[in-house]
Each structure stands twice: as C-alpha cells, then as structure tokens.
T-cell receptor
C-alpha cells in the first residue's frame, strides 16, 4: 500500500516570499501524484498533477512541483506568495493506473503574513 | 469544466434522525464517486467508493449500514447518514471521476452538525 508524508504541518511565510511544501511518498509501484488546495470551509481544488513525462509540473496560481523518483518526493513551490494563498495544501498519490483511489498526506497549512 | 456540486452545504439535525447529502457532477459523467470525511484540522479519510449501478465499496471501519451510499446515475450519488449521532458531526466531501481517468474532482463539502 502507498503512503504520503507531508513533513510540515504548518508553514508561515511573508507575502511575496517563496514557499516550498514538502511531500514524500512510499510505494512499490509507479504512482500518480497530485497537489490539492483547500480554502476554509471549501472542498479541494486541483493545483497540479504528475502522471508521466517531464518531472517539472506547472499548475494554477503560479505553483509548480517537481517529481523526484529517486527521493520519492513531489515538493510544491511558489516563488512569490500572496495573502490569498493562505490555505491548506494536500499532497496525494494514487497507484499508476486509472481507477485507483487517492491516498492523502496530512496536509500543510500555509499562513501568509503581510 | 469538471464541476462537482454538493447539497446541502451545511445541515443541522437532531440525534437519531437521518440526513441525506447529494453529490452531482454538473458537466461530466461520473462513473466513479468517492465519499470522504474530514475532521477539523485533519486530512481527508476515504469512506467509500461508489460506481454507477453497483454497490459501494466501503473502507475498513466504515459502517455500511450507517452510511448508505447510492449511485443511481452517472451524475448523482447520495450519502445518507442514518440515525445520526453527535460523533457523526463532520465535514463530508465527495469527489467524482470519469471512467479511466486518473483525476478526481471534488465538491465543496457538506458540514453536518448533529445535536
């Protein structure tokens, strides 16, 4: 079975500063990788996903993530955050075949300070 | 595209009553829908997977007689919390996926408070 670890439960960051959210996974088979964002009292919105191909994935709202197979990581980055990026971020994996369920990490709460 | 809605967005009910939550895919056909539960400041916990026209598959520890799931059409799945108790109070989120697709699209969630 696969598992996902988000190493930071909370990340405070100043506005316009860069941010990196760490995600590591474990799986004995190939996986699909996802980052979702959840704003207060809302569902999840897909930021980006890695299925195959280029290991650098660009998503919405200026976010990007890099898949590193040797380190089993899929860290999320944004070069300059805005106040509106304050939210909960979830990394998730599914087995590398269509039809499989997602396994979520514990989430990282990003608090952007002015 | 890929919009999923949930109704109601929040509900308050008395202990012992049943509550039905609807999940709809508005612009695509969802052959598979998922139901999650999220406690405050925690991650999502998958409760069950439902495929259109067949019985739902429940995760270990989830009572299928308490959380009834129906996926009668390609655009609608319902979760009924039967004989709700205060410990069932939570944020319930559904997601939907088309057949053969790898991406799940999530609804906005339903907050349930059982008094």
């Amino acid at each position: 079975a696969q598992s996902v670890t988000q190493l930071d439960s909370q990340v405070p960051v100043f506005e316009e500063a860069p941010v990196e959210l760490r995600c590591n996974y474990s799986s004995s088979v190939s996986v699909y990788l996802f980052w979702y964002v959840q704003y207060p009292n809302q569902g999840l919105q897909l930021l980006l996903k890695y299925l195959s191909g280029s290991t650098l994935v660009k998503g919405i709202n200026g976010f990007e993530a890099e898949f590193n197979k040797s380190q089993t990581s899929f860290h999320l980055r944004k070069p300059s955050v805005h106040i509106s990026d304050t939210a909960e971020y979830f990394c998730a994996v599914s087995l590398g075949a269509a039809g499989n369920k997602l396994t979520f990490g514990g989430g990282t709460r990003v608090l952007v300070k002015p | 595209g890929a919009v999923v809605s949930q109704h109601p967005s929040w509900v308050i009910c008395k202990s012992g009553t049943s509550v039905k939550i609807e999940c709809r895919s508005l612009d695509f056909q969802a052959t598979t829908m998922f139901w999650y539960r999220q406690f405050p400041k925690q991650s999502l916990m998958l409760m069950a997977t439902s495929n259109e026209g067949s019985k739902a598959t429940y995760e270990q520890g989830v009572e299928k007689d308490k959380f009834l799931i129906n996926h009668a059409s390609l655009t609608l799945s319902t979760l009924t919390v039967t004989s709700a108790h205060p410990e069932d109070s939570s944020f319930y989120i559904c997601s939907a996926r088309t057949g053969g697709a790898e991406t799940q699209y999530f609804g906005p969630g339903t907050r349930l408070l059982v008094l």
